[in-house]
Nanobody
């Protein structure tokens, strides 16, 4: 059974930075898709960033939501089987529960329906 453990959330002021981590077990990052989503109460889960294997070992192909482009960076450490989300220039509207997700469907889409394993989530709160 794939297990994902999220960590790294916290409270920061606007303009600050956080790095989220997602440690995966029984799942090979180098061969599959990983994504970060965020959710606030009353809203749909939003895809933030995703990464999947590219043609060069250790360098995945990444995609970002328009709202975080230029501020967030997704990366992976295959040796540690961990995916990271570096979040810079944080804004109050980035406040949400952030959850990592893994897909064994052989696709790497933007929506949550393409992922079948989820972490427990880590809260990010950005104050103005």
């Amino acid at each position: 059974q794939v297990q994902l453990v999220d960590s790294g959330g916290g409270s920061v002021q606007a303009g600050g930075s956080l790095r989220l981590s997602c440690a995966a077990s029984k799942y090979t990052l180098s061969s599959n898709c990983m994504g970060w989503f965020r959710q606030v109460p009353g809203k749909e889960r939003e895809g933030v960033a995703r990464i999947y294997p590219g043609p060069y070992p250790g360098r995945g192909i990444t995609y970002y939501a328009d709202s975080v482009k230029g501020r967030f960076t997704i990366s992976q450490d295959n040796a540690k089987n961990t995916v990271y989300l570096q979040m810079n220039s944080l804004k109050p509207e980035d406040t949400a529960m952030y959850v990592c997700a893994a897909s064994t469907f052989g696709v790497c889409g933007a929506g949550p329906s393409g992922y079948n394993y989820w972490g427990q989530g880590t809260q990010v709160t950005v104050s103005s």
